[in-house]
């Protein structure tokens, strides 16, 4: 997405892109290297780390569900805003997850996801949350969106056996499941995936927005 709003505004606006993981910003700055000099990144943490400078606009994707305290994001996020400044931010509803047909390692895995989330202190179904969240720290004018992604094939059908995969170290961490387990449904969903005329998804996903009042 930073790559995208940088080339959006073009080479008389700047972007900044923020990530507490060195080797996403690493990996970050390496692709950087081709793109127009507007663009630079930050190794930063939304709730702890100094966010100073003035935004037009603060984009947040996938960023909420995961952090114990949103709202107290959300409110660093508006001091960096210029009046009139707009947030977006994006997050998913963990609940608005399907397959067809009806799947038991599709099951399985959005409990296993739900709790280890549940567990690390973040919020899988904070979608519809949003726009109470913004409207809790000021903003105004305030809209939504809903996207539900889906497919027959492709990318959107096997980002649930990457996400377990990805996950995996940190379920068995915490007790959640054996590493038996997540291999066979890491398996089976992989399987379900690639199956003609099935159909995958992954969470439903809420977009919403809002703007800091011009008179603070």
Known sequence: MSFDIARLVGEKGRVVGID????????????AQTQPGNL???????LNDNLAGEFDLVFVRFVLTHLPDPSAALGRIRGVLRPGG?????DIDMRGYFSYPENAAVHRFVELNTLLSQRR????????????????NGFERIQLNVIQPAALEGDIKLLTPITLENIAGALVEEGLASEIEVGALAAELYEFART??????????????GTKSVSN
């Open 86 to 90: 707009i947030v977006v931010t994006v």
């Open 196 to 209: 003609p005329g099935t159909v995958g998804t992954i969470p439903r996903i809420f977009e919403a927005w």
């Open 40 to 46: 630079e990144f930050r190794v930063a943490d939304v």
């Open 121 to 136: 202190g973040g919020d899988p179904h904070i979608g519809p949350r949003l726009p109470d969240l913004l409207a809790r």
């Open 20 to 31: 507490r993981d060195q080797e996403k910003i690493a990996l970050a700055r390496q692709e």
